[in-house]
């Protein structure tokens, strides 16, 4: 089971090892520009070779500059995160760190994430998927769509006409099929257990852990077929 205490920690340390690592690339910066500034001196006398080495000082100078702007914005986020009022970029930036990181523990660890109000989070595995009418792999079929328009073809499209009140298919542009459909005989993905919750203004806001967060389980999934005996 994740806290929320943990997945404020999480986020947390997220942040520090991002700020560890800044501060060691400025560093690395700034011990380079010391042995460029010494080798400058040494070679005062020799003005076009100094204009060169200047003009390489100048670019590390840049370099560092925009590091130095990333980790105050972090270092200012991580302090923004004790106020009562969040602007919605902080929000958003809040919400895909902690996404991410915690989606990422649940699958390595098999723990399920419980959230007052919205139920449980977990991951599950469905067996004895239907051969017959196989699921679209979303992810996979629109890389390949992309790959599709890129070499200048048209994907496929059903044409639809309205008869009698209702869509009826009635032909298509002739363009490539792109749509790709699950192969494996197992299927694994999240799920909310929203068994006896109840959800304040559910027609307004929506508690969406897993977006984007798919294609996480399904590599694991084709990497270790023991998954499916792990998550039921």
């Not at 999934?221 to 792990?230: E, G, Q, T």
Request: net charge positive; with cysteine; aromatic share 10%.
């Amino acid at each position: 089971m994740i806290t929320t205490a943990e997945m404020y920690s999480s986020y947390n340390h997220h942040l520090s090892v991002e700020i560890t690592s800044t501060d060691n690339e400025i560093q690395r910066l700034e011990n380079y520009l010391t042995t460029l500034n010494n080798s400058i001196k040494q070679i005062e006398d020799l003005p076009s070779i100094g204009v060169q080495y200047k003009a390489i000082l100048n670019s590390y100078k840049v370099d560092k500059k925009g590091i130095e702007k990333k980790i105050s914005n972090l270092t200012i986020k991580k302090i923004e995160l004790t106020s009562n009022v969040v602007t919605l970029e902080e929000y958003k930036f809040i919400a895909r760190a902690f996404n991410k990181s915690i989606t990422q523990r649940m699958i390595e660890t098999g723990y399920k994430l419980k959230i007052g109000g919205f139920g449980s989070l977990r991951i599950v595995s469905r067996r004895k998927i239907d051969q017959v009418k196989r699921r679209v792999d979303w992810g996979v079929s629109n890389r390949f769509k992309k790959q599709i328009e890129e070499k200048g073809q048209i994907p496929f499209k059903a044409i639809y006409e309205e008869i009698d009140g209702k869509k009826v298919k009635v032909g298509d542009n002739g363009g490539v099929e792109w749509l790709i459909k699950r192969t494996s005989p197992y299927e694994i993905f999240w799920i909310w257990e929203k068994v006896g919750c109840y959800i304040i203004n559910q027609s307004l806001y929506k508690m969406n852990f897993t977006k984007h967060m798919k294609l996480a389980i399904n590599t694991l999934a084709s990497k270790d077929p023991s998954i499916f005996i792990r998550y039921i």
